[in-house]
């Protein structure tokens, strides 16, 4: 049987309304036709119309191939895992979301060579607005610290300069759960236009996420027009059952999520993982007390590149996880979700 082809991936998905936007599908496109505008609201990706398969009956069904909406979404809780610990880095990290973990492994694994890319999100200073980056040194990684994810942002569509342009072999990707569902399908893939993908990817962490903002409705739309909060006076944003907006001049903000759902992508609608049960290691604020991230250890490979920043005394772990909140909260992300 021929493998799908994009035509598939858009009256399955796209047209459905069940894109994540997770930009997977851009990354291993062989042909460069598939692409993310910056707009408001915009729900799944654009096409030239051109395919090699649908177009030249070249095989190829790559794009379908790594859609994490494709097979039905994960609904567990907390998922399979190794270790659950709290952590936090053990040298200081400017605008740390929560106790600056995620950095500090993945600061230790460039020092040490253990990766030579990071794919993640950054944003400007100014507007905000989210963009996705390759970073390359731990440097500059300290630097753009900081929860960005909850902006919608095609993430892994900077995969395909990572793998083809910069050739980099040792990536990791840190993401919310679509793109970590999205990458776990690459790795497991045998379609030869996506095992390049697969292979280059070393480490996988997946944060927690309720559901993620577009960034025109809520920072353009939402708190510039109706809360008069400009980007340069937002010193921070988070989600914990409620959008709370830190500003620069120590005041903060409440908007009740219930006034958010113009804001949030329709895909983000069916997703039932809270906790990116598909990475090496999840990391949140959930469970843990200020200042400290927890952690879910998930693999082998996961507990090595924690057990390596620790080793270094770039990381400090600790016990205690309220793994009881973390249930509650996955549950009713489930439950709201699996409704719709």
Known sequence: ????????????????????????????????????????????????????????????????????????????????????????SSFDVPRKQSGGAVTAILANALDEGLIDAIVTVTEDRWTLRPSSVIITESDVLIQQAGSRYSWWVPLLAALKYAVVKRKYKRIAVIGVPCAVQAVARMRESDNDLVIPYGKAIRLVIGLFCTETFDYNALIQGKLRTQYRIEPHEIQKLD???????????????????????????????????LTAVCSDISAGAIGSPPGSTTLIVRTPEGKGFVDRAVQNRKLDVGTGVDTATIEKLALVKIRKNSKR
């Open 239 to 273: 989600v914990k059952g409620k959008l709370e907006v830190l500003k620069q001049d120590g005041s903060t903000t409440i908007v009740p999520l219930a006034e958010l759902e113009t804001c949030i992508r329709r895909g983000c609608h069916l997703c039932m993982d």
């Open 1 to 88: 049987m021929a493998a799908k082809s994009y035509l598939d991936l858009k009256s399955e998905v796209w047209e459905s309304g069940r894109c994540s936007g997770c930009g997977a599908c851009v990354a291993v496109c062989p042909a460069d036709a598939l692409s993310f505008d910056e707009g408001a609201l915009v729900m799944s990706p654009g096409s030239n119309g051109y395919c090699k398969q649908a177009t030249d009956g070249v095989t190829c069904g790559a794009c379908y191939a790594v859609c994490p909406r494709i097979d039905n979404q994960p609904a567990e809780t907390l998922g399979k895992y190794l270790e659950l610990i709290t952590a936090k």
